[in-house]
């Protein structure tokens, strides 16, 4: 009994843990599916309609019973939450989709680090995050935020000799459908439509703060914002997907994508994703976000035989490095302010950059 015991407690003690790895493994089936749907021949308009359709279904069921800090919806709010979905939601997921079929899964994976630096410079320029030059975590947060930012363009323009150590030669041509080369001009076209994705994405976070003060129930304000994103999308596609054909849905891996997307990652990694900040804190839940990377990065080669570059290698560590050393100085001055608060209070946006699309 008492090794059983034993074993609860510990389970309990490592439950954010085990929580936030199965979340960036079912992020990393994200940008393996999508990339297999919309390489398959699936229009990328139609994929954002169906995961946001997916994505109502299975969020309602929760929003029904978020009545707690549920408040009337008055007309209103109702426009700041279709334009703020416009903003989020809609033109992040869109980008993020057409750009991906120009990508790979390991750079969508990867390109997803530069959120948490993007956010922090959109935040300093609306004036809800704090900085300071004076201080070695104010030195940290700049730096990462540039290092971030240079691994990002370097991962999108060099790409340097090839890897083949997990590319045997009488196995080159497996899945050339997954990993098609595409010229030059569309792979850079594709690597800034995927980050203007999480520049809007990072958009929608901060937006979040404010939104979130005037309609805390936060279920229903995200079933919502699907809801709008899933007409918003509708109309976007309709007008660019004119064959009938496009969008039936058949027992396939088109159908198993936008599912696992819709469900998985927005229904049930979003409730994982806010116990894990509840218990442990926005910084804690990002520090996982390059494990998203690694596993992708690993099976792309393994199962698809995705070519990785010296380039790719090196921007991808200068993301990881930019990224831990934002999260270090974000933390540092979080414990700082927890230290002392006497000193007097300053009102700031909470920026749970972490939060996948």
């Known amino acids: 009994m008492k090794i059983i015991e034993g074993c609860m407690v510990t389970f309990e003690r490592n439950k954010p843990y085990v929580a936030m790895i199965?979340?960036?493994?079912?992020?990393?089936?994200?940008?393996?599916?999508?990339?297999?749907?919309i390489s398959?021949?699936?229009?990328?308009?139609?994929?954002?309609?169906?995961?946001?359709?997916?994505?109502?279904?299975?969020?309602?069921?929760?929003?029904?019973?978020?009545?707690?800090?549920?408040?009337?919806?008055?007309?209103?709010?109702?426009?700041?939450?279709?334009?703020?979905?416009?903003?989020?939601?809609?033109?992040?997921?869109?980008?993020?989709?057409?750009?991906?079929?120009?990508?790979?899964?390991?750079?969508?994976?990867?390109?997803?680090?530069?959120?948490?630096?993007?956010?922090?410079?959109?935040?300093?320029?609306?004036?809800?995050?704090?900085?300071?030059?004076?201080?070695?975590?104010?030195?940290?947060?700049?730096?990462?935020?540039?290092?971030?930012?240079?691994?990002?363009?370097?991962?999108a323009l060099v790409k340097g000799p090839s890897l083949h150590y997990m590319i045997p030669e009488n196995q080159k041509y497996i899945s050339q459908s997954l990993i098609m080369v595409h010229p030059k001009g569309d792979y850079i076209k594709g690597s800034l439509m995927m980050l203007s994705a999480n520049t809007s994405w990072s958009l929608w976070l901060i937006l979040q703060g404010f939104i979130v003060k005037q309609y805390p129930a936060k279920f229903r304000l995200t079933t919502i914002q699907c809801f709008f994103s899933f007409i918003q999308s509708?109309?976007?596609?309709?007008?660019?997907?004119?064959?009938?054909?496009?969008?039936?849905?058949?027992?396939?891996?088109?159908?198993?994508?936008?599912?696992?997307?819709?469900?998985?990652?927005?229904?049930?990694?979003?409730?994982l994703q806010v116990c894990a900040i509840e218990r442990k804190g926005p910084v804690f839940t990002a520090m996982f976000t390059p494990l998203s990377l690694i596993i992708t990065a690993s099976i792309s080669a393994?199962?698809?035989?995705?070519?990785?570059?010296?380039?790719?290698?090196?921007?991808?560590?200068?993301?990881?490095?930019?990224?831990?050393?934002?999260?270090?100085?974000?933390?540092k001055e979080s414990a700082k302010v927890e230290n002392h608060e006497d000193e007097e209070p300053k009102e700031e946006t909470r920026l749970e950059c972490i939060i996948q699309k």
């Open 22 to 37: 199965f979340i960036q493994i079912v992020y990393s089936g994200m940008a393996l599916l999508s990339k297999a749907a």
């Open 40 to 155: 398959k021949g699936m229009n990328p308009y139609v994929f954002v309609v169906y995961r946001q359709a997916f994505a109502s279904l299975a969020l309602s069921p929760f929003a029904y019973f978020d009545s707690k800090h549920a408040t009337p919806l008055s007309c209103n709010l109702l426009c700041k939450l279709f334009l703020v979905s416009l903003v989020g939601l809609t033109a992040s997921s869109n980008l993020y989709y057409v750009s991906i079929n120009y990508t790979t899964a390991t750079f969508a994976a990867a390109a997803t680090n530069t959120v948490p630096a993007i956010t922090f410079i959109m935040a300093v320029f609306i004036r809800v995050e704090s900085i300071s030059i004076k201080r070695i975590h104010g030195m940290a947060k700049i730096l990462g935020s540039i290092i971030s930012l240079v691994g990002a363009i370097t991962l």
């Open 234 to 271: 509708a109309t976007l596609a309709a007008a660019m997907e004119r064959n009938p054909s496009a969008w039936k849905l058949g027992w396939d891996i088109h159908l198993l994508a936008v599912a696992y997307c819709g469900v998985i990652v927005t229904g049930i990694c979003y409730w």
């Open 302 to 331: 393994l199962l698809w035989k995705e070519p990785h570059y010296w380039g790719s290698i090196g921007g991808t560590i200068l993301l990881v490095v930019g990224l831990y050393s934002l999260l270090w100085g974000k933390n």
